[in-house]
DNA sequence: AAACATTGTTATATTCCATAGCATTGGCCG
DNA sequence: CGGCCAATGCTATGGAATATAACAATGTTT
């Protein structure tokens, strides 16, 4: 492939006078960038970041939002439902929800025939927030689909992705 | 790590309108399933899942083997370039390159004309090593392509990807 | 020489994620 | 019914990754 046996430190000798105090140039990254698991983790870190930045006056994080989007979508369900469609542990979902009822986004209702369990359902706050935040994220997709190059890379790269899940 | 069930049953669409007491079944995802972090992230746990099942025998970790790479390809750089080159903070590096050495698979030379620097250098054994992690990364890569669809596939999914990055 | 920047390092806090264990409740089966 | 096991929410805790601050030694600039 691209990355196997290629490059030998092309580095070898400086053709001019060695002076080794200088000009550290460009690293060979070929190595790294035909790796996929690399790829999508730098790609992934990037769009997080930049989430994280665009909802940091909202206060809100990337897993809070797709509980919110999940309940909204889904309301009356059970903790771990909401949590195991998300692939969240149900103790940590513990903290991520008790955040959000805090917050006055979400309630816990009791569950109808199983005292053990707590329905999730938004609040009319909660709601409007959610609101909010797609709208926010609205733009930042948008921002996302024109770093890609139009809908039709979007779609490609959704499928893609979808096929590694 | 839990996945997401993809293929889920079928939601039964039940004319007789609402009962709460029901059967739990799906739930709807399809708010998560076009936002292109949350499929970034699903998409790079599945694969760095796999990558820490594969390498866990030879007790390497991503982070690692995306160091010997870059050490291989750009032997005598500085911790710091290296770092740099992968977006990891220089404190949190240092961690990462000891035990490395601990293990015997690179070198921190005195870097010629800085008495600050180590220059990186893979060792006789650290490059053998490499060649082995690279021969099973090998096989990875492969099992990711054919769940790709194919090559065509694979160098889309990298073009998009750096275009995010 | 003095001031400042870089390099490697240590220490530390934070956040995310995983496991273990608990009390309560539900389901099941004799 | 009683007894056993599973599920649910929860707490506590540890590990790993990541971010920041500070430091000594060294390099660079003024």
Redesign the pocket.
């Known amino acids: 492939m691209e990355y196997n046996n290629v490059c030998q430190p092309r580095k070898t000798e400086n053709p001019m006078g060695d002076d080794l105090?200088n000009v550290s140039d460009a690293l060979r990254t070929d190595a790294t960038t035909g790796i996929l698991g690399y790829r999508l983790r730098r790609a992934q870190l990037s769009v997080f970041q930049r989430f994280l930045q665009v909802f940091e006056e909202m206060r809100l994080?990337p897993?809070e939002y797709s509980v919110l989007l999940l309940i909204a979508d889904n309301p009356g369900r059970?903790?771990?439902e909401i949590a195991d469609a998300l692939g969240?542990?149900?103790?940590?979902f513990?903290t991520l929800?008790h955040a959000l009822q805090a917050r006055g986004f979400l309630e816990?209702r009791a569950?109808a025939g199983?005292?053990?369990?707590?329905a999730l359902h938004l609040t009319e706050e909660g709601v409007q927030f959610l609101a909010a935040a797609r709208a926010r994220h609205e733009d930042m997709e948008q921002q996302l689909l024109d770093q890609l190059g139009g809908e039709a890379s979007r779609s490609q790269l959704l499928m893609l992705l979808e096929r590694l899940g």
């Open positions: 105090t994080r897993a059970k903790q771990t969240i542990k149900r103790a940590n513990v929800i816990r569950a199983d005292r053990r369990a707590n």
